[in-house]
Structures are given as C-alpha cells and as structure tokens.
C-alpha cells in the first residue's frame, strides 16, 4: 500500500484547528499527516490540553512513513503575532493565507497528496485588508480553476449545490442552463474520477416548491432544469429530476442515488447537516487536487478548552485517504 502524505491546514490558530489536530494524533494514521502550522502554537495548546503529542519537522526529503498514536508532523508556518485561544488577531491572517497556499503549492508539486483544511475566520482575514470569500474560491484560484462545485458528505448522503454563497434573492437569476451543466459535469466527472463510481446515478432538486407544479410556481423547470437534464441524459448520464425537494430527501428517494443536486445553500445543507451531524464533511469538486474541510466554523469559545469535537476533522481526513485509494490518483 501506498503511504500518502496528507497536508492537515491547522486553519484560524485561535479557533478549536490546532486543538482538532492535536486530537486526531491520538489514533495511530496508515498514512503521513503534516500539520502546517506554527509548532510553537501546537506544543502550547497540546499543554493546555493536556494531551502529550510528539511534534516532528516535516522533511520533504524523507519517504512518507505512517504514525504511531501521539504522533504528528509539522510544517512550520510561523505565526505573525502571539496568539490566545478565542481572540482574534488580524496580524495573524497573513499566516492562515501562506499555509493555504504552502498546502496547495503542495499538492501541485507532488510534495503532499491531498489537503485536509481546518476552520477559518473569514471576517478577520478581511478586516487585515485581504478580500477573502473561502477556502473554495482560494483553492480554485490557486489552482487556476474556473469553476468548482461544493459538495457535503456523510455517511449515507452527499449533496452538491448548484450556487453557493449568494443571496436568496440572486439564487433564481443565477441558475443558468450553462452554470448547471458546468456543476453538473464536475459533479459527474468527479464522482467517477475520485470516488470511483462508473455510473453515479444523480438526483436534482427543483428550484421552486413541488418543482415549479406543472409551471403554476415557477417556470425555471420547465425552460431551464428540465431541457438541460434531457440533454445530457442522451448521452448517457444517469439524471433522476427536477425533483421536489422535500420529497426528494425521503429513504424512499435516495435509496441508490450516488448524489444529491441542491439548487441553492439551504435547500440541501439543512438536511444533510440534520443526517450527519459532526460526520460531515465539505469537499471542493472540480479542483486538480483532493481538497476535503471540516463542516464547521472556529468555534473560539471552546477552543483550548478541550471541549471540541475532532469528528469532522477525522470524517475529513479518512474520505481524502478514501478518494485517493478509490480514484485515479494512482501513482
């Protein structure tokens, strides 16, 4: 088997990132996790926590090897200013940024073979005066791709989106015959490149209530969704839809779907996020590299307190290993 190097984004260092790293080092990993963070900041909070873990420098240069429990890599990404848990430091947002690009530089360069990102702040990253809308839109520029989906895991359910971050307002104006074909052939593409499933069978939401109801709530169906799916169905895609959404997520539904297609934030997330609570992961489709995040935000108020969850970190990292084995990421 092949022992994979997988780059751990410790995220904003006084959120619940570096305590959710410390956490995962207590199970043994088949593979090498390289945390990119300042070492100083985890030897710190590992002492607040209680919690012994051997920090070791990350040398590209060595083969990847896996870790005993306890153990952990270190990337060191110095920190701009002293950190506190649960205070917010806009000096420090120029670290977050260059253990992104380090990580995603990375993954480009062969060094890592996949990215598993802790939470940010985005406010405060703006507030330092860089314009940051996300990890996402950060990976797809870094990488130069023009368009990448969202999609959210757990077991039993995946669901993409169609639109992401926009108003409810602009959600209608932006569903566009050419944004769903280009979401719709990521999502396809992907499901069969990097989860290794030759005929992913899809589900797509309807926009509008009971899926428009004949054209009486809403045309978007009939003159957009609908012709599009009949389209690329001819050519082979397995496309169930538009469905109405709230019958849509019923056992009765989902039994043998691969994945959901929401059409906006709220439609789909709610749902998954109620299924899978803290074994939900965030995974950006569409990238040239395997890119997976935790599904929550910093939570400052329990970092360093040793109440944080590591269970989406852990989700986060086992589907990365699971996308590199089950893919065509094959050396």
């Known amino acids: 088997m092949n022992v994979r190097r997988l780059a751990i984004t410790a995220g904003e260092p006084a959120g619940i990132g570096p305590d959710l790293c410390l956490m995962l080092a207590s199970q043994p990993c088949a593979h090498q996790r390289v945390v990119l963070t300042d070492p100083q900041l985890l030897a710190e909070r590992a002492a607040q926590?209680?919690?012994k873990v051997e920090l070791e420098l990350f040398d590209p240069l060595q083969p990847a090897t896996p870790q005993l429990a306890g153990q952990l890599s270190v990337l060191p990404i110095p920190l701009e200013a002293p950190c506190q848990p649960g205070i917010l430091?806009?000096?420090n947002a120029r670290h977050v940024l260059q253990m992104l690009r380090e990580a995603g530089e990375g993954c480009l360069d062969g060094r890592f073979d996949a990215i598993i990102t802790a939470p940010v702040?985005?406010?405060?990253?703006n507030q330092a005066g860089v314009p940051f809308s996300g990890h996402t839109e950060f990976f797809a520029e870094l990488t130069g791709t023009e368009q990448v989906v969202m999609m959210l895991a757990c077991p039993g359910l995946r669901v993409a989106l169609a639109t992401t971050h926009l108003p409810l307002r602009a959600v209608a104006d932006a569903i566009t015959s050419e944004r769903l074909e280009r979401v719709i052939r990521i999502l396809h593409a992907d499901l069969q490149g990097k989860f290794g499933l030759r005929q992913p069978r899809i589900l797509v939401c309807g926009l509008n209530p009971h899926a428009g109801e004949g054209g009486h709530l809403g045309?978007?169906?009939?003159?957009?969704?609908?012709?599009?799916?009949q389209r690329l169905r001819s050519e082979g895609m397995q496309l169930d839809g538009p469905l109405p959404a709230d019958t849509l997520f019923t056992p009765k539904h989902l039994q043998g779907a691969d994945a959901v297609l929401a059409?906006?934030?709220?439609?789909?997330?709610?749902?998954?996020?109620?299924?899978?609570?803290?074994?939900?992961?965030n995974i950006t489709l569409g990238l040239p590299i395997i890119r997976t995040s935790v599904d929550h935000g910093t939570a400052l108020d329990l970092a360093g307190s040793g109440r944080a969850d590591?269970?989406?970190?852990?989700?986060?990292?086992?589907?990365?290993?699971?996308?590199?084995?089950?893919?065509?990421?094959?050396?």
Do not use: C, W
């Open 89 to 91: 430091d806009p000096r």
């Open 49 to 51: 926590l209680g919690l």
């Open 310 to 331: 590591p269970g989406s970190l852990r989700v986060a990292l086992d589907t990365a290993i699971a996308m590199l084995e089950s893919g065509n990421h094959h050396d």
């Open 121 to 125: 702040h985005k406010g405060v990253i």
């Open 263 to 281: 059409m906006y934030h709220d439609q789909g997330l709610p749902v998954l996020k109620h299924m899978g609570f803290g074994q939900a992961v």
């Open 219 to 229: 045309h978007e169906e009939i003159e957009i969704i609908e012709p599009l799916l």
